[in-house]
Each structure stands twice: as structure tokens, then as C-alpha cells.
T-cell receptor, first 116, second 113 residues
Framework: KAGVTQTPRYLIKTRGQQVTLSCSPI?????VSWYQQTPGQGLQFLFE???????NKGNFPGRFSGRQFSNSRSEMNVSTLELGDSALYLC???????????????FGQGTRLTVV | GENVEQHPSTLSVQEGDSAVIKCTYS??????FPWYKQELGKGPQLIID???NVGEKKDQRIAVTLNKTAKHFSLHITETQPEDSAVYFC????????????WGAGTKLIIKP
């Protein structure tokens, strides 16, 4: 079956702009989590959605937001981009609620965002 | 806040030798400890996990050990092969919530031919 699909794969934006990233989970998976990955920082949890509801949120400013649609697809939005937002943004889906928490999470290839 | 420390940040071993990556977690309520492997250009992939009621788990050439008293857990890879070259991440659940993982910073494993 198809894996987790993230679009676009690469994105270059200018400071102050906003960006929307998309994630299509594995069919049947209802939980989608988002992570920011920067060199040497591991994966930083952004938020997790289950059945269109945000179930948990990491320690990121309000410029980072997300949503989930009825078909479980999720989008993440970053407004007023800063240079420090340059990172690989990963989406993970899992069957049960809890994101990557106690059930296996399947990651997409990520969206590489560069802010200039 | 809670954190997971992972060491070393880079590990270079000869093909065929063993590799060990260690993690320490701070949340005594953590009960789930997965290990993920990330190859270049790909997202992380689960390779093995362990729960707090088990001290050791093996899957072919990989094994994970957990010491709850010391809040340590380790990944052991034996008979390393070139395809083991990747970045490895450990993680620990935030409490027993099922909802969130705290991740280590990653270890870049290099297998020398």
C-alpha cells in the first residue's frame, strides 16, 4: 500500500512569507503528527491530529499551525517565516491515536523548507 | 522539561564489528522506547522498540536493552554491514500518555569497508 506522501519535497521562501505543507497519511491511518528536523537537534514535535482534532502540541510559537481534514490528510502552516524555520518537516501517520507514541509511526520523506 | 540524551553523535565502526548507541531519558514515567533509522533522503523508519516491562529485545542482528532503574537504553547492532550506515534516533514516550515521544539528537553510524 502507498506510504505517507508529503508535498512539496522542496520549498524556498522569503522571510515574512507564509507556507503550507501537505501530508497524506497511509490509507486507514487516522493519526498524523508533524515534526521539525534540524541538524544536530533531532526531531522536534510540532503537533498531532486525530480525527480532525489536535490532540497534542509541542513547544512551538503560534506561527506554526495545522489542521486535519475528514479524509485524514493534514496540512501544516507557518506564517511570518524566519530564517530559523529552515528545516526538514516530517509528517508521520499511525493507525491509532497517539501519533508516534506507542504505536508504530510511518514517516514521509519530508519537505525541505529553506527560508532566505 | 523532559529530555533524551543520545551518545555518541557519530560512530564509525569496521564492517563486521558491533556498534552500540546509548540513550538516557529523564522522565521516570516513560514506558515506551523505540529506535528509528533514517537513511539519506528518507524519513525515519522504526527498526525495533521496547516497552518498560521488558529488559531486552532482539531481532536478528539488532537488539535493545533497557535499564529502568538507571533510565538507560541502548541499541546494539552486531555484524555490521554497509547498509547499516544511517542516522539512528532513540526516543522515549512522554510519561505513559501514548501521545508524544521525546527524541534523542541522533547518531550518525558509519560502516567502514
Amino acid at each position: 500500500k502507498a506510504g505517507v506522501t508529503q508535498t512539496p519535497r522542496y520549498l524556498i521562501k522569503t522571510r515574512g512569507q507564509q507556507v503550507t505543507l501537505s501530508c497524506s497519511p497511509i490509507s486507514g491511518h487516522r493519526s498524523v503528527s508533524w515534526y521539525q528536523q534540524t541538524p544536530g537537534q533531532g526531531l522536534q514535535f510540532l503537533f498531532e491530529y486525530f480525527s480532525e482534532t489536535q490532540r497534542n502540541k509541542g513547544n512551538f510559537p503560534g506561527r506554526f499551525s495545522g489542521r486535519q481534514f475528514s479524509n485524514s490528510r493534514s496540512e501544516m502552516n507557518v506564517s511570518t517565516l524566519e530564517l530559523g524555520d529552515s528545516a526538514l518537516y516530517l509528517c508521520a501517520s499511525s493507525f491509532l491515536t497517539g501519533g508516534a507514541g506507542n504505536t508504530e509511526a510511518f514517516f514521509g520523506q519530508g519537505t525541505r523548507l529553506t527560508v532566505v | 522539561g523532559e529530555n533524551v540524551e543520545q551518545h555518541p553523535s557519530t560512530l564509525s565502526v569496521q564492517e563486521g564489528d558491533s556498534a552500540v548507541i546509548k540513550c538516557t531519558y529523564s522522565d521516570s514515567a516513560s514506558n515506551y522506547f523505540p529506535w528509528y533509522k533514517q537513511e539519506l533522503g528518507k524519513g525515519p523508519q522504526l527498526i525495533i522498540d521496547i516497552r518498560s516491562n521488558v529488559g531486552e529485545k532482539k531481532d536478528q542482528r539488532i537488539a535493545v536493552t533497557l535499564n529502568k532503574t538507571a533510565k538507560h537504553f541502548s541499541l546494539h547492532i552486531t555484524e555490521t554491514q554497509p547498509e547499516d550506515s544511517a542516522v539512528y534516533f532513540c526516543a522515549a514516550s512522554l510519561g505513559d500518555s501514548n501521545y508524544q515521544l521525546i527524541w534523542g539528537a541522533g547518531t550518525k553510524l558509519i560502516i567502514k569497508p
